[in-house]
């Protein structure tokens, strides 16, 4: 893994707890600004299929 350039969605403002992305690749990392030291990792089919059911709607009980 090189030097990854980390990105934040512009909703976060200057919020220290968000949610941050990088990718290198096909392997996509995602961490929590907070604690840069846990990355979890995916490919970027399996972050497109959940992107889409997001906006789909299939998550939305989890946070209603």
């Not at 490919?43 to 906006?55: C, E, F, Q, V």
Request: charged letters at 25%; hydrophobic letters at 40%.
């Amino acid at each position: 893994m090189s030097q990854l350039n980390w990105q934040k969605s512009s909703f976060s403002g200057d919020k220290a707890d968000c949610v941050e992305i990088a990718s290198e690749g096909d392997v996509v990392y995602i961490r929590e600004s907070d604690d840069p030291t846990h990355i979890v990792t995916t490919t970027r089919a399996k972050l497109n299929a959940w992107i889409n059911g997001a906006k789909a709607g299939e998550f939305d009980h989890f946070v209603a």
